[in-house]
């Protein structure tokens, strides 16, 4: 087990040492000049030499990125091109509004896409199971800023009961924490409640027509612990590993839904930085993106390899 | 199941329909009573960030904060005339190298320091010293002389006429700070809370949400009657129209002529700007041999079969107008003897027979994938096919095309991009079309003629009248003799404002220029 551990460790340091190399490299291939798009087309040469200098953009692009490795270690991010401000100071100031964000929005997926699947499958065929395959269906297909701006136009200009965009943290009181963040969270969870239900639907019906099912029908154990007890804990492993995946937007934020209710988050910040070519801001962010979401899968890989030695043995 | 479905969609269908009426169809006036005016909070909605609140750190998309935070020594006023603010007057004097500025007294910043010819003179070198455009805008201001309290002189180590332009401009060159704020608290303190002579005071702002302002009772023209003001930031144009119509939001810049053409036909009143803002361009590569735009007489072709009145009447049907020059008619620099290339396909396809391309040629149209600017292209490559050039359009975003409007050269073909327009065409020319340029549209492939660098050196070197007279004869060269560009159309910007919003004059000069010193709102 120590071995399989040690090897899951180093497979999660080797990717995230790849994602750094990418992330930086890939942003610097980028045609755009950073501070050419912050200065604009009338800065003169000066101005933009004078810029470029105080921010060790003219240095080879090999000590430019073991700089910035470098630091991930010390704590310097660098400075972001576009604010003038320590890009970790950004980061942090963002983070905490994209997963109180996020995070509701994953649990109240995961909890309610779990048992949606489950309801789903058991009931397979019934009129339940029709509408909500077809809610999820519904859900995948339909774009996020639709539902977003349709979100506001009734709850915020119609209605009126919902506040149309902006962000107060639980630090703010709950009530308002809850008005602000209501839409958003329906919205970001949407996708993933429809994921999390196919995925869990899928796997139950898999589930429930094995042998062992139908031996512990057989045997008389009541549905209720047939299904919660045999059925659900085994279909739960890929929907686990799915949710597991979903932490990257916990972390990494939803582009669209922050830019529709303009939450200042780490999805807004990634898409604002990427146009501008702020460096730092971008390769930090996707960094500790892939930090997390390696993590992640690094505990689910590892949780699998105590519940099926199976997997253990084949050394992946 | 079906009638289920039927009702959720004919639901989605309606809710939009309900919620477009009901609203009043009055245009801004001043027709109300003082008694009827009252404080309150104005709120102005927009979908631009700011990333820092000091001038220094400004750039000409800033502008819109910048004239909402700040107050400067000259602005641009009507028709792009350059007017002062807290200057009372200006001179030049080319001979001696000088301007001289006389400054308005009684002034006072937000925590009680005057503004005076000390807090001028500190501003103007911390600018040139630390701004973002410190040598762009004001690099040839060669110190700064105290007169008296209220008068300073500005020496050039040449001469300049368009500084008052660079002044006056956005990008915060002569927007004043605080002097004894930034002795005080610092630099990185002016960042975040600056401390101006504006009629409204920096109270609080939440990053990419809002900035609130409240009322300055000292403010130098009288106490504003408003409240305080608020800017909301909205990072998706349609959240903020819809806030806008449900009343959240009294003030907004509308960027696209769709929406500003729909809120009027619902009864809202849009301001445009008094002179255009934005000037739509094609360049030609015209210093590469092998390509066919070298020669003279395929861009006049060009410009001979582009339809800028189709174009306008399709993409910039609200607010935009047919240009054939970087002003318009009445313009400072408008010149009436520039050749208008009225739509001529027969005679453009002479131009190109007799340049040998009889048959016509392949090109690229290189263009940035924002300003409004794909439509147009789109339909001048249309258009282009009508002469037998055939055009392979290259829409790249904005930080591709800045680099590649440096260096221009390889891509070759055309190149269509926006002008701003600060107070009128003449510093476009001046800054495109002179030769040994640092960065400029294409400077690495524009000709830069003998006789256009002669006549902006003079126009630069000159003052008033004389030297518009030398810019108005560099566009004749520019446009008529070399046709190294075709401008297009011209855009205004373009501001919604709400109908209980009175004497705010919100982007009636510029998109953020505004009279809210003696704005109120109606209940």
Redesign the interface.
């Known amino acids: 087990m120590v071995k399989f551990i040690i090897k899951r460790i180093l497979i999660s340091l080797v990717i995230v040492f790849m994602v750094s190399v990418f992330a930086f490299f890939l942003m610097h291939i980028l045609p755009g000049d950073p501070v050419r798009i912050v200065l604009g087309d009338e800065a003169s040469v000066e101005d933009v030499n004078a810029l470029r200098e105080e921010l060790h953009l003219n240095d080879p692009l090999i000590s430019q990125y073991f700089k910035w490795i470098s630091g991930i270690f010390t704590g310097d991010y660098g400075t972001s091109i576009t604010y003038m401000r320590p890009a970790g100071e950004i980061i942090s100031e963002r983070l905490p509004k994209t997963v109180s964000i996020g995070l509701p929005a994953l649990i109240i997926a995961s909890v309610v896409g779990i048992v949606f699947g489950t309801v789903s499958a058991v009931r397979r065929g019934s009129k339940l199971d029709s509408a909500l395959t077809l809610l999820s269906t519904l859900s995948l297909g339909t774009p996020t800023f639709w539902i977003g701006i349709l979100l506001i136009y009734v709850f915020a200009v119609e209605l009126r009961i919902l506040p149309m965009k902006g962000y107060m943290g639980p630090s703010d009181g709950l009530l308002q924490y809850f008005k602000y963040s209501i839409l958003p969270v329906f919205c970001l969870s949407l996708n993933m409640v429809a994921g999390i239900t196919r995925q869990t639907r899928t796997n139950m019906l898999d589930v429930i027509n094995q042998d062992y099912i139908r031996t512990a029908r057989a045997n008389g154990i009541s549905e209720k612990k047939v299904i919660f007890k045999h059925a659900l804990k085994n279909a739960l492993i890929p929907v686990i590993t799915q949710i597991a995946l979903q932490v990257r937007v916990v972390i990494g934020g939803s582009v669209i839904v922050e830019q529709i209710f303009n939450i200042n988050g780490i999805g807004m910040l990634l898409r604002e930085s990427i146009f501008n070519r702020d460096y730092m801001i971008v390769q930090t962010s996707v960094f500790f993106i892939s930090l997390v979401t390696v993590f992640c899968n690094l505990v689910v890989d590892i949780l699998y390899g105590f519940v099926n030695p199976q997997i253990r043995k084949s050394g992946w | 199941?079906k009638k289920v479905l039927c009702v959720i969609l004919l639901c989605?269908l309606l809710?939009?329909a309900?919620?477009g009426g009901g609203h009043e169809t009055k245009e801004a006036s001043p027709a109300f009573e003082p008694e009827s005016r009252f404080g309150g909070t104005l709120v102005i909605g927009t979908t631009a960030?700011v990333?820092?609140l000091s001038t220094v750190?400004m750039?000409?998309?800033d502008q819109f904060f910048e004239n909402l935070l700040y107050e400067p020594l000259l602005t641009v006023g009507p028709n792009g005339t350059i007017v002062p603010v807290l200057a009372e007057s200006y001179s030049a004097d080319p001979e001696s190298l000088t301007y001289t500025f006389k400054l308005r007294q009684g002034v006072k910043f937000h925590d009680g320091s005057d503004f005076n010819a000390e807090v001028a003179k500190w501003n103007l070198e911390y600018y040139k010293e630390t701004g973002?455009?410190?040598?762009?805008y004001v690099?040839v201001i060669d110190s700064i002389e105290i007169i008296d309290d209220y008068t300073i002189v500005l020496h050039l180590s040449s001469w300049d006429a368009f500084l008052p332009v660079a002044l006056a401009r956005g990008g915060g060159a002569s927007y004043m700070m605080s002097k004894q704020a930034f002795d005080t608290y610092g630099a990185d303190y002016l960042k975040r809370h600056p401390v101006s002579t504006s009629p409204f005071m920096f109270e609080s702002w939440t990053?990419?949400?809002?900035i609130k302002l409240v009322k300055f009772k000292d403010y130098w023209r009288g106490e504003p009657y408003l409240d305080a003001v608020t800017i909301?930031?909205?990072?998706?144009a349609?959240?903020l129209q819809?806030?806008f119509?449900?009343g959240?939001v009294h003030i907004f810049s509308v960027s696209d002529g769709d929406m500003a053409a729909y809120l009027e036909n619902n009864g809202y009143f849009i301001q445009k700007s008094s002179s255009p803002s934005m000037a739509y361009v094609i360049g030609f590569n015209c210093n590469d041999p092998s390509d066919p735009f070298s020669d003279v007489r395929v861009r006049q072709a060009v410009s001979y079969a582009i339809d800028s009145d189709q174009i306008v009447n399709t993409c910039f049907t609200f607010n935009g107008t047919v240009a054939t020059q970087l002003d318009p008619v009445g313009g400072t620099y408008y010149n009436e003897n520039i050749n208008p290339y009225d739509v001529d396909i027969e005679k453009a396809k002479a131009l190109l027979a007799e340049a040998g391309y009889a048959d016509g040629f392949t090109t690229t149209l290189t263009t940035m994938n924002q300003w409004n600017l794909p439509l147009p292209v789109q339909m001048i490559a249309e258009q282009l096919k009508g002469i037998g050039i055939n055009v392979e359009l290259n829409i790249?975003?904005?930080?591709?095309f800045?680099?590649l409007?440096?260096g221009w050269g390889a891509e070759g073909g055309m190149f269509a991009s926006c002008f701003s327009l600060p107070a009128g065409g003449g510093s476009q020319i001046a800054?495109n079309f002179a030769q040994n340029l640092?960065?400029a549209?294409g400077r690495t492939s524009l000709l830069h003629p003998d006789d256009v660098n002669e006549l902006i050196q003079k126009a630069k070197n000159s003052s008033g009248d004389e030297s518009v007279e030398y810019i108005k004869s560099a566009e004749e060269l520019v446009y008529n003799k070399y046709c190294l560009m075709n401008v297009f159309a011209m855009t205004n910007n373009m501001t919604a404002i709400s109908s209980n919003v009175i004497d705010s004059e919100f982007g009636k000069d510029t998109g953020s220029s505004n009279t809210l010193w003696k704005a109120y709102l109606v209940k």
Request: charged share 25%.
């Open positions: 199941m989605m809710i939009p309900f919620a960030t990333s820092s750190d750039r000409g998309t973002v455009y410190g040598s762009s690099g990053d990419g949400e809002s909301e930031m909205f990072s998706e349609m959240v819809a806030a119509e449900a959240d790249v975003e904005r930080a591709q800045f680099v409007q440096d800054a640092g960065s549209f």
